[in-house]
Nanobody, 112 residues
Framework: QVQLVESGGGLVQPGGSLRLSCVAS????????MNWYRQAVGKERELVAG????????RYADSVKGRFTISRSNVKKTVYLQMNSLKPEDTAVYYC?????WGQGTQVTVSS
């Protein structure tokens, strides 16, 4: 069965950085676009970033452009989200996604 396991969340001060990872199993990882979503308390889940199967194309929410970078390793079956210059408004649970499949999420809290 499909499994998506996120890690790397935590508490960070404004301006800090975190790197999220999502290890995938149960499907041919190299054949699928992978996405990161996030959901803050009281808000709808929103797309943060996506990356095509070979990594040749990426897309970002306007709110994170220039600060976040999505990447992947098809050998390691892992997708990453490097988050720099973090802001309090980036606080949310971050989810890895492939089609209708979701990970359990990892909490990111940006606070001084």
């Amino acid at each position: 069965q499909v499994q998506l396991v996120e890690s790397g969340g935590g508490l960070v001060q404004p301006g800090g950085s975190l790197r999220l990872s999502c290890v995938a199993s149960g499907f041919i990882f190299s054949g699928y676009t992978m996405n990161w979503y996030r959901q803050a308390v009281g808000k709808e889940r929103e797309l943060v970033a996506g990356i095509t199967p070979t990594g040749g194309s990426t897309r970002y929410a306007d709110s994170v452009k220039g600060r976040f970078t999505i990447s992947r390793s098809n050998v390691k079956k892992t997708v990453y989200l490097q988050m720099n210059s973090l802001k309090p408004e980036d606080t949310a649970v971050y989810y890895c996604n492939r089609l209708g499949d979701w990970g359990q999420g990892t909490q990111v809290t940006v606070s001084s």
